[in-house]
């Protein structure tokens, strides 16, 4: 099935340093989705890219979608503690088996000291 | 308002043991799917639901089973855990809509220990 490959794996930031995480498939996605999972917790869904070249911003947020369609980024402006947690990328399963399953990235941890 | 509920959220089970774990949604959607999630791991993908449906993982192992007896309900079966099964299993649930387009929903987790 198609891989997603996430970068860094951790990030240590000081509280308002900006952040990013970036996400890289070796095919073209359909689309993207973006979750967080915060500490002893659950992944939340943040936002799904679909256009070639698509950004959006959720507040301090800004998600990116390559224009190949095989990248994606997550920029955090400012960070806040409350912004500690696992952000993953997931991009549609290629497996036949999978319908509308998802490849999760290995995810980036991030965590923010006040 | 709980959308996707998972019982028990807690669970100690002993080596070889079966267990059930269970997910219940209120959303009404069509595809539910079995996490497991391991420390510091990404979610990996168990098996899914597409109605009726039952979509097996080429590396699930044969010692996870599920049963969907009915829309709103998912079990999953480990028939006889060993060490290496203990992790968050977490259910996610997705609606009917586009392949392409399908974000999904997850439940709270339950978390496995194995002694």
Known sequence: GQQVMQIPQYQHVQEGEDFTTYCNSSTTLSNIQWYKQRPGGHPVFLIQLVKSGEVKKQKRLTFQFGEAKKNSSLHITATQTTDVGTYFCAGPSGNSNSGYALNFGKGTSLLVTP | DAMVIQNPRYQVTQFGKPVTLSCSQTLNHNVMYWYQQKSSQ?????????????????DTPDNFQSRRPNTSFCFLDIRSPGLGDAAMYLCATSPRGRRDTDTQYFGPGTRLTVL
């Open chain 2, 42 to 58: 990404a979610p990996k993908l168990l098996f899914h639901y597409y109605d009726k449906d039952f979509n097996n993982e080429a």
